[in-house]
């Protein structure tokens, strides 16, 4: 996939598969609805530090079937924090795609460093359809920075600031 400047990436589950690592059951991204680049960005000469302002809509369905919920909790299935962390360290994920030869057939390394100030502020259950939003906050070499949100219905869910590591 060749980028253009100005363009909207959208991704579906096929290529998402062929960018992250995870897997089901710890694959929590179905689509990225648009990659949105900082104005003037050149995708063809690219640093880490030009992806700062990139911004990545994600979403994901969360369902009733998954493994998690027998156990969190019994019959009041409630979605864990640490998973709508993973679900935006994952979304996050996507705004290197540039600075990527072949972004489709790579084999991508990444790694959760740090995740800070995380609110939980209304309860994920089976049935929700999730916006995962995700900012470049800050890039340095193979450490990236971002701000995140989880919506559904535009009501904030859950947010945070993470940090994590790519290496390809």
Do not use: W
């Not at 949105?36 to 969360?62: C, H, M, R, Y």
């Not at 919920?69 to 640490?82: A, D």
């Not at 995140?148 to 994590?164: D, P, R, V, Y």
Request: with cysteine; proline share 7%; charged share 25%.
């Amino acid at each position: 996939m060749k980028l253009e400047q100005g363009e909207n990436m959208k991704l579906n589950l096929e290529q998402i598969k062929t960018f992250l690592p995870h897997r089901d059951p710890f694959l929590f991204i179905d689509r990225v609805d648009s990659i949105q680049f900082p104005p003037g960005i050149d995708l063809k000469n690219i640093e880490s530090k030009s992806l700062v302002g990139t911004q990545i809509k994600a979403a994901f369905l969360v369902k009733k079937e998954m493994e998690i919920f027998k156990g969190h909790f019994p019959g009041n299935p409630i979605l864990p924090g640490v998973i709508q962390i993973e679900m935006m360290a994952q979304a996050s994920s996507f705004a290197i795609i540039p600075l990527l030869k072949d972004p489709f057939s790579n084999t991508l390394e990444v790694a959760l460093l740090a995740a800070d100030g995380a609110k939980f502020r209304k309860p994920v259950v089976p049935g929700m359809e999730l916006e995962i939003q995700s900012v470049v906050a800050r890039a340095r070499g193979s450490i990236y920075s971002y701000e995140c949100k989880i919506f559904h219905q535009n009501e904030l869910c859950s947010e945070t600031s993470i940090m994590a590591s790519a290496k390809f």
